[in-house]
Protein backbone atom coordinates (compact mmCIF):
# COMPACT_ATOMS: atom_id res chain seq x y z
CA UNK A 1 0.00 0.00 0.00
CA UNK A 2 0.92 3.41 -1.12
CA UNK A 3 0.14 6.78 0.65
CA UNK A 4 -0.56 9.14 -2.22
CA UNK A 5 0.05 12.67 -1.24
CA UNK A 6 -1.25 15.94 -3.36
CA UNK A 7 -0.65 19.71 -2.83
CA UNK A 8 -3.09 21.55 -5.23
CA UNK A 9 -4.98 24.80 -5.96
CA UNK A 10 -8.00 25.08 -3.50
CA UNK A 11 -10.62 25.64 -6.15
CA UNK A 12 -9.64 22.48 -7.71
CA UNK A 13 -10.28 20.63 -4.31
CA UNK A 14 -13.74 19.23 -6.01
CA UNK A 15 -12.19 18.22 -9.07
CA UNK A 16 -9.53 16.13 -7.75
CA UNK A 17 -11.90 14.65 -5.23
CA UNK A 18 -14.31 13.18 -8.41
CA UNK A 19 -11.09 12.28 -10.36
CA UNK A 20 -9.28 10.51 -7.16
CA UNK A 21 -13.34 8.23 -6.75
CA UNK A 22 -13.45 8.10 -10.76
CA UNK A 23 -9.99 6.40 -10.65
CA UNK A 24 -11.06 3.90 -7.92
CA UNK A 25 -9.90 5.75 -4.41
CA UNK A 26 -12.42 5.24 -1.72
CA UNK A 27 -11.20 7.62 1.11
CA UNK A 28 -9.36 10.78 1.55
CA UNK A 29 -8.43 13.03 3.87
CA UNK A 30 -8.31 16.41 3.53
CA UNK A 31 -5.67 19.52 5.22
CA UNK A 32 -6.03 23.28 4.41
CA UNK A 33 -2.04 24.22 4.12
CA UNK A 34 -0.26 27.39 3.31
CA UNK A 35 3.39 26.76 0.86
CA UNK A 36 5.11 27.98 -1.98
CA UNK A 37 7.79 26.56 -4.66
CA UNK A 38 8.13 28.44 -7.98
CA UNK A 39 4.96 30.64 -7.34
CA UNK A 40 5.42 34.12 -6.45
CA UNK A 41 3.35 35.15 -3.61
CA UNK A 42 1.55 38.51 -3.39
CA UNK A 43 1.37 41.70 -1.58
CA UNK A 44 -0.69 42.98 1.30
CA UNK A 45 -1.48 46.57 2.18
CA UNK A 46 -1.95 47.39 5.97
CA UNK A 47 -2.34 50.93 7.35
CA UNK A 48 -0.13 52.78 4.68
CA UNK A 49 2.99 49.59 5.01
CA UNK A 50 3.20 47.08 1.86
CA UNK A 51 3.73 43.34 2.88
CA UNK A 52 4.98 40.25 1.19
CA UNK A 53 2.70 37.28 1.30
CA UNK A 54 4.84 34.34 0.70
CA UNK A 55 2.73 31.18 2.22
CA UNK A 56 -0.26 30.56 -0.31
CA UNK A 57 -3.10 28.89 0.30
CA UNK A 58 -3.17 25.65 -1.16
CA UNK A 59 -5.09 22.05 0.09
CA UNK A 60 -3.53 18.61 0.89
CA UNK A 61 -5.24 15.75 -0.47
CA UNK A 62 -3.91 12.53 0.62
CA UNK A 63 -5.06 8.78 0.63
CA UNK A 64 -3.80 5.25 1.11
CA UNK A 65 -4.10 2.95 -1.75
CA UNK A 66 -3.46 0.01 -2.96
CA UNK A 67 -0.12 -0.09 -5.09
CA UNK A 68 -2.14 -1.43 -8.25
CA UNK A 69 -4.08 2.05 -7.99
CA UNK A 70 -1.09 4.59 -7.45
CA UNK A 71 -0.42 5.19 -11.29
CA UNK A 72 -4.25 5.78 -12.27
CA UNK A 73 -4.22 7.51 -8.82
CA UNK A 74 -1.75 10.34 -9.82
CA UNK A 75 -2.72 10.35 -13.28
CA UNK A 76 -6.21 11.33 -12.28
CA UNK A 77 -4.96 14.49 -10.41
CA UNK A 78 -2.47 15.13 -12.62
CA UNK A 79 -5.34 15.80 -15.52
CA UNK A 80 -7.70 18.00 -13.58
CA UNK A 81 -5.00 20.16 -11.20
CA UNK A 82 -2.87 20.92 -13.87
CA UNK A 83 -3.53 24.44 -14.94
CA UNK A 84 0.14 25.19 -16.74
CA UNK A 85 1.06 28.18 -13.95
CA UNK A 86 3.44 28.57 -11.61
CA UNK A 87 1.66 26.97 -8.34
CA UNK A 88 0.11 24.25 -9.41
CA UNK A 89 1.49 22.24 -6.58
CA UNK A 90 3.01 18.57 -5.85
CA UNK A 91 2.01 14.56 -5.50
CA UNK A 92 4.16 12.73 -3.33
CA UNK A 93 4.21 8.91 -3.12
CA UNK A 94 5.33 7.24 -0.22
CA UNK A 95 5.68 3.72 1.26
CA UNK A 96 3.90 2.55 3.98
CA UNK A 97 4.50 0.32 6.70
CA UNK A 98 0.94 -0.69 8.05
CA UNK A 99 -2.39 0.25 7.91
CA UNK A 100 -5.30 -1.16 10.44
CA UNK A 101 -9.14 -0.38 10.02
CA UNK A 102 -10.33 0.46 13.51
CA UNK A 103 -13.15 -0.95 13.03
CA UNK A 104 -12.72 -4.37 12.64
CA UNK A 105 -9.01 -4.35 13.61
CA UNK A 106 -7.95 -5.84 9.54
CA UNK A 107 -4.56 -5.05 8.69
CA UNK A 108 -2.76 -4.49 5.42
CA UNK A 109 -4.29 -4.49 2.00
CA UNK A 110 -7.78 -5.51 3.58
CA UNK A 111 -7.75 -2.38 5.76
CA UNK A 112 -7.16 -0.21 2.32
CA UNK B 1 0.27 44.37 59.49
CA UNK B 2 1.80 41.29 58.22
CA UNK B 3 -1.29 38.92 56.49
CA UNK B 4 -3.01 39.96 53.51
CA UNK B 5 -6.08 39.34 55.41
CA UNK B 6 -5.07 41.96 57.70
CA UNK B 7 -4.52 44.70 55.29
CA UNK B 8 -7.49 43.50 53.28
CA UNK B 9 -9.44 44.72 56.70
CA UNK B 10 -7.30 47.77 57.55
CA UNK B 11 -8.42 48.89 53.88
CA UNK B 12 -12.04 48.02 54.13
CA UNK B 13 -12.13 49.90 57.64
CA UNK B 14 -10.42 53.44 56.29
CA UNK B 15 -12.99 52.81 53.55
CA UNK B 16 -16.35 52.26 55.41
CA UNK B 17 -15.22 55.21 57.76
CA UNK B 18 -14.56 57.60 54.31
CA UNK B 19 -17.86 56.83 52.89
CA UNK B 20 -20.02 57.13 56.48
CA UNK B 21 -18.50 60.36 56.33
CA UNK B 22 -19.68 61.14 52.68
CA UNK B 23 -22.95 59.70 53.59
CA UNK B 24 -24.04 62.07 56.27
CA UNK B 25 -23.90 65.03 54.01
CA UNK B 26 -26.79 66.49 53.64
CA UNK B 27 -28.91 65.68 50.54
CA UNK B 28 -30.13 68.82 49.26
CA UNK B 29 -33.32 68.44 47.91
CA UNK B 30 -34.21 71.46 46.23
CA UNK B 31 -35.83 70.65 42.68
CA UNK B 32 -36.57 74.09 41.40
CA UNK B 33 -35.39 75.28 38.16
CA UNK B 34 -35.01 71.78 36.75
CA UNK B 35 -36.18 70.43 33.17
CA UNK B 36 -37.16 66.99 32.53
CA UNK B 37 -36.63 67.07 29.01
CA UNK B 38 -32.83 68.25 29.73
CA UNK B 39 -32.66 65.69 32.99
CA UNK B 40 -33.45 63.12 30.40
CA UNK B 41 -31.44 64.25 27.17
CA UNK B 42 -28.46 64.38 29.63
CA UNK B 43 -29.07 60.76 31.46
CA UNK B 44 -29.49 59.23 28.11
CA UNK B 45 -26.59 60.85 26.80
CA UNK B 46 -24.90 59.54 29.82
CA UNK B 47 -25.36 56.40 28.98
CA UNK B 48 -24.79 56.46 25.29
CA UNK B 49 -21.20 57.51 26.20
CA UNK B 50 -20.64 54.50 28.39
CA UNK B 51 -21.77 52.43 25.62
CA UNK B 52 -18.46 53.99 23.67
CA UNK B 53 -16.45 52.42 25.52
CA UNK B 54 -18.47 49.21 26.68
CA UNK B 55 -18.84 47.58 23.95
CA UNK B 56 -17.92 50.65 21.48
CA UNK B 57 -14.55 50.96 22.17
CA UNK B 58 -13.59 47.62 22.94
CA UNK B 59 -14.70 45.94 19.79
CA UNK B 60 -13.69 49.04 17.81
CA UNK B 61 -10.18 47.79 19.38
CA UNK B 62 -10.71 44.07 20.03
CA UNK B 63 -10.85 43.43 16.39
CA UNK B 64 -8.03 45.41 15.25
CA UNK B 65 -5.62 42.77 17.37
CA UNK B 66 -4.69 39.48 16.76
CA UNK B 67 -6.99 36.99 18.17
CA UNK B 68 -4.47 35.48 20.78
CA UNK B 69 -5.05 39.41 22.37
CA UNK B 70 -8.66 39.98 21.80
CA UNK B 71 -9.41 39.12 25.46
CA UNK B 72 -6.71 41.07 27.00
CA UNK B 73 -8.05 44.45 24.55
CA UNK B 74 -11.61 44.10 25.50
CA UNK B 75 -10.48 43.74 28.93
CA UNK B 76 -8.69 47.02 29.01
CA UNK B 77 -11.57 48.53 28.15
CA UNK B 78 -14.18 46.62 30.04
CA UNK B 79 -11.80 46.91 33.45
CA UNK B 80 -11.64 50.78 33.23
CA UNK B 81 -14.94 50.95 32.91
CA UNK B 82 -15.11 49.28 36.57
CA UNK B 83 -11.72 51.16 37.66
CA UNK B 84 -12.55 54.59 36.59
CA UNK B 85 -16.11 54.83 37.72
CA UNK B 86 -14.96 53.92 41.18
CA UNK B 87 -12.27 56.51 40.51
CA UNK B 88 -14.38 59.28 39.80
CA UNK B 89 -17.44 58.71 42.15
CA UNK B 90 -14.34 58.75 45.44
CA UNK B 91 -11.98 61.56 44.21
CA UNK B 92 -11.87 62.51 40.20
CA UNK B 93 -15.10 64.18 39.78
CA UNK B 94 -14.24 66.06 42.77
CA UNK B 95 -10.73 66.92 41.32
CA UNK B 96 -12.52 68.14 38.02
CA UNK B 97 -15.20 70.06 39.10
CA UNK B 98 -14.85 71.37 42.63
CA UNK B 99 -13.58 74.56 42.83
CA UNK B 100 -9.75 75.00 43.28
CA UNK B 101 -6.61 76.56 41.62
CA UNK B 102 -4.92 74.14 39.08
CA UNK B 103 -7.30 71.03 40.00
CA UNK B 104 -10.40 71.13 41.95
CA UNK B 105 -10.73 70.83 45.69
CA UNK B 106 -11.91 67.68 47.69
CA UNK B 107 -15.27 68.89 48.19
CA UNK B 108 -17.15 66.12 46.10
CA UNK B 109 -15.00 62.78 47.66
CA UNK B 110 -17.57 59.81 46.85
CA UNK B 111 -20.30 62.43 45.42
CA UNK B 112 -20.66 64.42 48.60
CA UNK B 113 -22.41 67.81 47.81
CA UNK B 114 -23.69 65.95 44.41
CA UNK B 115 -27.43 65.55 44.84
CA UNK B 116 -30.68 66.08 42.90
CA UNK B 117 -30.45 69.55 42.76
CA UNK B 118 -29.31 71.28 39.60
CA UNK B 119 -25.81 71.13 38.85
CA UNK B 120 -23.57 74.32 39.17
CA UNK B 121 -22.93 73.89 35.81
CA UNK B 122 -25.97 72.65 34.64
CA UNK B 123 -28.73 74.41 36.72
CA UNK B 124 -31.54 72.77 34.90
CA UNK B 125 -30.19 69.15 35.50
CA UNK B 126 -29.88 67.34 38.62
CA UNK B 127 -26.13 67.59 39.57
CA UNK B 128 -25.86 63.37 40.42
CA UNK B 129 -26.58 63.80 36.35
CA UNK B 130 -24.12 65.89 35.35
CA UNK B 131 -21.64 64.15 37.31
CA UNK B 132 -22.43 60.67 36.00
CA UNK B 133 -22.52 61.98 32.38
CA UNK B 134 -18.82 63.87 32.69
CA UNK B 135 -17.45 60.25 34.44
CA UNK B 136 -18.35 58.56 31.50
CA UNK B 137 -15.87 60.96 29.82
CA UNK B 138 -13.18 60.22 32.41
CA UNK B 139 -13.84 56.75 31.52
CA UNK B 140 -13.22 56.33 27.49
CA UNK B 141 -10.19 58.97 27.75
CA UNK B 142 -7.67 56.30 29.47
CA UNK B 143 -9.32 53.39 27.22
CA UNK B 144 -8.37 55.36 24.40
CA UNK B 145 -4.48 55.28 25.26
CA UNK B 146 -5.05 51.34 25.37
CA UNK B 147 -4.65 51.03 21.93
CA UNK B 148 -1.15 52.05 21.92
CA UNK B 149 0.35 49.22 23.83
CA UNK B 150 -2.33 46.97 22.80
CA UNK B 151 -0.69 43.45 22.85
CA UNK B 152 2.17 43.97 24.96
CA UNK B 153 2.02 45.76 28.65
CA UNK B 154 1.53 43.64 32.00
CA UNK B 155 -2.06 44.30 33.19
CA UNK B 156 -0.31 45.07 36.79
CA UNK B 157 0.96 48.11 34.49
CA UNK B 158 -1.79 48.99 32.64
CA UNK B 159 -4.21 49.28 35.80
CA UNK B 160 -1.49 51.62 37.87
CA UNK B 161 -0.76 53.68 34.81
CA UNK B 162 -4.31 54.39 33.94
CA UNK B 163 -5.21 55.14 37.29
CA UNK B 164 -2.31 57.47 38.27
CA UNK B 165 -3.09 58.86 34.39
CA UNK B 166 -6.82 59.79 35.46
CA UNK B 167 -5.96 61.36 38.47
CA UNK B 168 -2.80 63.34 37.22
CA UNK B 169 -3.74 64.05 33.85
CA UNK B 170 -7.77 63.49 32.72
CA UNK B 171 -8.67 65.17 36.13
CA UNK B 172 -6.57 68.47 35.79
CA UNK B 173 -6.88 68.95 32.36
CA UNK B 174 -10.82 68.62 32.54
CA UNK B 175 -10.78 71.26 35.19
CA UNK B 176 -8.31 73.31 33.59
CA UNK B 177 -10.76 73.48 30.17
CA UNK B 178 -14.33 72.89 32.26
CA UNK B 179 -14.03 72.81 35.60
CA UNK B 180 -13.68 76.84 36.28
CA UNK B 181 -9.93 76.28 35.16
CA UNK B 182 -7.37 78.74 33.54
CA UNK B 183 -7.81 77.73 30.13
CA UNK B 184 -11.44 77.86 30.47
CA UNK B 185 -11.40 81.72 31.87
CA UNK B 186 -8.87 82.13 28.53
CA UNK B 187 -11.75 81.48 25.99
CA UNK B 188 -10.63 77.96 25.17
CA UNK B 189 -13.73 76.19 23.13
CA UNK B 190 -13.78 73.16 23.58
CA UNK B 191 -17.23 72.09 22.99
CA UNK B 192 -17.40 68.30 24.22
CA UNK B 193 -13.99 67.05 24.64
CA UNK B 194 -11.20 67.50 21.92
CA UNK B 195 -8.31 68.58 23.97
CA UNK B 196 -9.81 67.22 27.39
CA UNK B 197 -10.33 63.75 25.73
CA UNK B 198 -8.89 63.27 21.61
CA UNK B 199 -5.59 65.52 22.68
CA UNK B 200 -4.98 64.01 25.58
CA UNK B 201 -5.09 60.29 25.20
CA UNK B 202 -4.14 60.58 21.43
CA UNK B 203 -0.77 62.65 22.56
CA UNK B 204 -0.57 60.44 25.86
CA UNK B 205 -0.69 56.98 23.53
CA UNK B 206 1.90 58.15 21.45
CA UNK B 207 4.24 58.49 23.91
CA UNK B 208 3.65 55.52 25.69
CA UNK B 209 4.40 53.44 22.50
CA UNK B 210 7.60 55.42 22.52
CA UNK B 211 8.17 54.66 25.96
CA UNK B 212 6.75 51.10 25.75
CA UNK B 213 8.67 49.96 22.20
CA UNK B 214 7.57 47.84 19.84
CA UNK B 215 5.42 44.78 19.42
CA UNK B 216 7.99 42.16 18.67
CA UNK B 217 8.01 41.45 15.00
CA UNK B 218 7.14 45.21 13.97
CA UNK B 219 7.38 46.64 11.43
CA UNK B 220 9.38 43.55 10.07
CA UNK B 221 5.77 41.42 9.80
CA UNK B 222 2.40 42.09 8.77
CA UNK B 223 0.18 42.73 12.03
CA UNK B 224 -3.45 42.22 10.53
CA UNK B 225 -6.40 42.66 12.46
CA UNK B 226 -8.19 39.07 13.54
CA UNK B 227 -11.93 40.52 12.64
CA UNK B 228 -12.44 43.72 10.91
CA UNK B 229 -16.49 42.61 11.36
CA UNK B 230 -16.23 43.26 15.24
CA UNK B 231 -14.47 46.37 14.40
CA UNK B 232 -16.68 47.84 12.28
CA UNK B 233 -19.82 46.84 14.21
CA UNK B 234 -17.55 48.75 17.33
CA UNK B 235 -16.93 51.97 15.31
CA UNK B 236 -20.36 52.21 14.33
CA UNK B 237 -21.23 51.83 18.17
CA UNK B 238 -18.76 54.60 18.61
CA UNK B 239 -20.41 56.83 16.16
CA UNK B 240 -24.02 55.45 17.63
CA UNK B 241 -23.05 57.00 21.46
CA UNK B 242 -21.12 60.23 19.47
CA UNK B 243 -24.59 61.84 19.29
CA UNK B 244 -24.65 61.61 23.53
CA UNK B 245 -21.02 62.32 23.61
CA UNK B 246 -21.55 65.34 21.48
CA UNK B 247 -25.08 66.23 21.69
CA UNK B 248 -25.46 65.55 25.19
CA UNK B 249 -22.51 68.30 25.81
CA UNK B 250 -25.42 70.92 25.04
CA UNK B 251 -26.33 69.96 28.35
CA UNK B 252 -29.91 70.78 27.27
CA UNK B 253 -32.32 69.34 25.33
CA UNK B 254 -32.58 72.08 23.10
CA UNK B 255 -31.93 73.13 19.55
CA UNK B 256 -28.34 73.82 20.26
CA UNK B 257 -28.41 69.55 21.06
CA UNK B 258 -29.73 69.11 18.03
CA UNK B 259 -27.38 71.39 16.05
CA UNK B 260 -24.50 69.58 17.85
CA UNK B 261 -26.26 66.06 16.44
CA UNK B 262 -26.12 66.98 13.41
CA UNK B 263 -22.39 68.47 12.88
CA UNK B 264 -21.49 64.95 14.69
CA UNK B 265 -22.94 63.21 12.03
CA UNK B 266 -22.33 65.20 9.03
CA UNK B 267 -18.58 65.40 10.33
CA UNK B 268 -18.39 61.34 10.54
CA UNK B 269 -20.11 60.81 7.27
CA UNK B 270 -17.64 63.35 5.04
CA UNK B 271 -14.57 61.85 7.13
CA UNK B 272 -16.02 58.12 6.33
CA UNK B 273 -16.15 59.09 2.46
CA UNK B 274 -13.30 61.32 2.27
CA UNK B 275 -11.09 58.69 3.69
CA UNK B 276 -12.56 55.70 1.51
CA UNK B 277 -12.36 58.02 -1.47
CA UNK B 278 -8.88 58.95 -1.01
CA UNK B 279 -7.71 55.21 -0.72
CA UNK B 280 -9.37 53.96 -3.01
CA UNK B 281 -7.27 56.46 -5.41
CA UNK B 282 -4.59 56.10 -3.45
CA UNK B 283 -4.10 52.24 -2.54
CA UNK B 284 -7.27 51.69 -6.20
CA UNK B 285 -8.88 49.51 -3.32
CA UNK B 286 -11.48 51.36 -0.95
CA UNK B 287 -11.11 49.50 2.73
CA UNK B 288 -13.63 48.86 5.42
CA UNK B 289 -11.00 49.80 7.64
CA UNK B 290 -10.22 53.23 6.01
CA UNK B 291 -13.86 53.71 6.10
CA UNK B 292 -14.49 53.21 9.24
CA UNK B 293 -11.63 54.89 10.41
CA UNK B 294 -12.23 58.22 8.94
CA UNK B 295 -15.82 57.88 9.94
CA UNK B 296 -14.00 57.63 13.80
CA UNK B 297 -11.52 60.66 12.89
CA UNK B 298 -14.35 62.45 11.94
CA UNK B 299 -16.04 62.31 15.46
CA UNK B 300 -12.59 62.99 16.89
CA UNK B 301 -12.23 66.55 15.15
CA UNK B 302 -15.97 67.52 15.15
CA UNK B 303 -15.94 66.88 19.14
CA UNK B 304 -14.62 70.57 20.15
CA UNK B 305 -16.79 72.20 17.34
CA UNK B 306 -19.97 70.32 17.32
CA UNK B 307 -21.86 73.29 19.05
CA UNK B 308 -20.10 75.98 17.80
CA UNK B 309 -19.85 75.72 14.03
CA UNK B 310 -21.98 75.73 11.31
CA UNK B 311 -23.28 72.25 9.26
CA UNK B 312 -20.79 73.76 6.54
CA UNK B 313 -18.04 73.80 8.29
CA UNK B 314 -18.56 70.90 10.06
CA UNK B 315 -18.21 68.89 6.34
CA UNK B 316 -15.01 71.28 6.19
CA UNK B 317 -13.50 70.04 9.12
CA UNK B 318 -14.30 66.39 8.48
CA UNK B 319 -12.34 67.16 4.99
CA UNK B 320 -9.68 68.68 6.59
CA UNK B 321 -9.19 65.89 9.40
CA UNK B 322 -9.53 63.07 6.13
CA UNK B 323 -6.34 64.30 5.05
CA UNK B 324 -4.48 65.03 7.85
CA UNK B 325 -5.59 61.64 9.87
CA UNK B 326 -4.98 59.44 6.57
CA UNK B 327 -1.63 60.87 6.34
CA UNK B 328 -1.24 60.78 9.85
CA UNK B 329 -1.76 56.98 10.38
CA UNK B 330 -0.37 55.95 6.20
CA UNK B 331 2.51 57.75 6.19
CA UNK B 332 3.70 59.45 9.86
CA UNK B 333 3.73 56.37 11.79
CA UNK B 334 5.41 54.19 8.49
CA UNK B 335 8.01 56.83 7.87
CA UNK B 336 8.87 57.67 11.53
CA UNK B 337 8.55 54.10 12.37
CA UNK B 338 6.33 54.26 16.17
CA UNK B 339 4.52 51.56 16.97
CA UNK B 340 1.47 53.04 17.80
CA UNK B 341 -0.53 49.60 17.02
CA UNK B 342 -4.29 50.85 17.29
CA UNK B 343 -3.20 54.27 15.36
CA UNK B 344 -4.80 56.05 18.52
CA UNK B 345 -1.85 59.13 18.06
CA UNK B 346 -2.83 59.24 14.11
CA UNK B 347 -6.79 59.10 14.65
CA UNK B 348 -7.07 60.89 17.86
CA UNK B 349 -4.25 63.21 18.45
CA UNK B 350 -4.02 64.30 15.10
CA UNK B 351 -7.96 64.62 14.52
CA UNK B 352 -8.35 66.17 17.76
CA UNK B 353 -5.70 68.61 17.47
CA UNK B 354 -7.29 69.73 13.86
CA UNK B 355 -10.50 69.83 15.38
CA UNK B 356 -9.32 72.09 18.50
CA UNK B 357 -7.76 74.51 15.98
CA UNK B 358 -10.65 74.58 13.11
CA UNK B 359 -12.84 75.50 16.22
CA UNK B 360 -10.72 78.55 16.37
CA UNK B 361 -10.91 79.07 12.76
CA UNK B 362 -14.70 78.61 12.07
CA UNK B 363 -16.81 79.05 15.41
CA UNK B 364 -19.91 81.28 15.05
CA UNK B 365 -22.18 82.60 18.07
CA UNK B 366 -24.59 82.92 15.49
CA UNK B 367 -24.48 79.05 16.76
CA UNK B 368 -23.98 79.33 20.36
CA UNK B 369 -24.35 82.59 21.70
CA UNK B 370 -22.50 81.37 24.91
CA UNK B 371 -19.69 80.33 22.64
CA UNK B 372 -17.23 82.83 21.05
CA UNK B 373 -16.28 83.64 17.17
CA UNK B 374 -13.54 82.28 15.43
CA UNK B 375 -10.98 83.81 12.99
CA UNK B 376 -13.45 83.39 10.30
CA UNK B 377 -16.10 85.54 11.84
CA UNK B 378 -13.42 88.50 12.43
CA UNK B 379 -12.16 87.56 15.73
CA UNK B 380 -8.08 85.92 15.16
CA UNK B 381 -7.54 85.78 18.84
CA UNK B 382 -10.04 82.74 19.27
CA UNK B 383 -7.19 80.71 17.23
CA UNK B 384 -5.04 81.52 20.03
CA UNK B 385 -6.76 80.81 22.46
CA UNK B 386 -7.09 77.00 21.06
CA UNK B 387 -3.80 76.59 20.47
CA UNK B 388 -2.55 77.73 23.49
CA UNK B 389 -5.39 74.92 24.94
CA UNK B 390 -3.53 72.38 22.51
CA UNK B 391 -0.50 73.28 23.42
CA UNK B 392 -1.38 72.71 27.22
CA UNK B 393 -2.79 69.54 26.49
CA UNK B 394 0.05 68.22 24.46
CA UNK B 395 2.08 69.38 27.93
CA UNK B 396 0.05 67.72 30.28
CA UNK B 397 0.12 64.73 28.42
CA UNK B 398 3.46 64.23 27.41
CA UNK B 399 5.02 65.28 30.43
CA UNK B 400 2.01 63.22 32.34
CA UNK B 401 2.31 60.17 30.77
CA UNK B 402 5.86 60.19 30.36
CA UNK B 403 6.89 60.88 34.34
CA UNK B 404 3.96 58.13 35.49
CA UNK B 405 5.89 55.32 33.10
CA UNK B 406 8.96 56.54 34.33
CA UNK B 407 8.11 55.92 37.70
CA UNK B 408 6.77 52.67 37.21
CA UNK B 409 9.01 51.52 35.52
CA UNK B 410 11.46 52.01 38.33
CA UNK B 411 9.47 49.64 39.98
CA UNK B 412 8.93 46.52 37.35
CA UNK B 413 9.33 46.29 33.71
CA UNK B 414 6.01 47.36 31.56
CA UNK B 415 5.88 44.63 29.30
CA UNK B 416 5.15 40.77 29.53
CA UNK B 417 8.33 38.51 28.36
CA UNK B 418 8.95 37.93 24.99
CA UNK B 419 7.42 34.40 25.77
CA UNK B 420 4.18 35.92 27.02
CA UNK B 421 3.67 38.29 23.67
CA UNK B 422 4.51 35.39 21.21
CA UNK B 423 1.98 33.20 22.91
CA UNK B 424 -0.66 35.90 23.53
CA UNK B 425 -1.62 37.82 26.52
CA UNK B 426 -5.40 36.54 26.79
CA UNK B 427 -3.79 32.72 27.85
CA UNK B 428 -0.35 34.32 29.72
CA UNK B 429 -2.34 37.29 31.41
CA UNK B 430 -5.76 36.04 32.08
CA UNK B 431 -5.49 32.21 31.28
CA UNK B 432 -8.63 32.50 29.18
CA UNK B 433 -9.09 32.43 25.15
CA UNK B 434 -11.40 34.47 22.91
CA UNK B 435 -12.55 31.81 20.57
CA UNK B 436 -13.18 28.42 22.51
CA UNK B 437 -14.06 25.99 19.43
CA UNK B 438 -13.33 22.41 21.24
CA UNK B 439 -10.69 23.98 23.56
CA UNK B 440 -12.52 21.67 26.50
CA UNK B 441 -11.89 18.46 24.90
CA UNK B 442 -9.09 16.16 26.01
CA UNK B 443 -8.92 18.85 29.51
CA UNK B 444 -8.93 17.08 32.68
CA UNK B 445 -9.95 18.44 35.87
CA UNK B 446 -7.12 18.85 38.63
Known sequence: MKRVECIVRPHLLDAVKAALQEAGVTGMTLTEVKGFGRQKGHTETYRGAEYRVEFLPKVKVEAVVPEELVDAAVDAILKVARTGKFGDGKIFVSALEEVVRIRTGERGEAAV | ?446
Open chain 2, 1 to 446: MKTTVGKVGAFAAALGALLLFAATARAEDEVVGLSSGDTAWVLASAALVMLMTAPGLALFYGGLVSQRNMLSTLMHSFFLLCLISVQWVAFGYSLSFASGGLVGGLDHLFFRGVGQEGAPLAPTVPHLAFAMFQGMFAVITPALITGAFAERMKFSVFVVFSLLWATIVYDPLCHWVWGGGWLGALGTLDFAGGTVVHISSGVSALVAAIVIGKRSGYPRRMFPPHSLTLTLVGGSLLWFGWFGFNGGSALASNGLAAHAFVTTHIAAATTGLAWALIEWAHRRKPTVLGAVTGAVAGLVAITPAAGFVTVPAAMIIGLGCAVVCYLGVNTLKPRLGYDDSLDVFGVHGLGGTWGALATGIFATTSVNAAGRDGLLYGNPGQLWAQFVGVAAGWGLAIVGTAAILGAIRLFTPLRVSEEQEVSGLDLTLHGEAAYNVGAGVGTERI
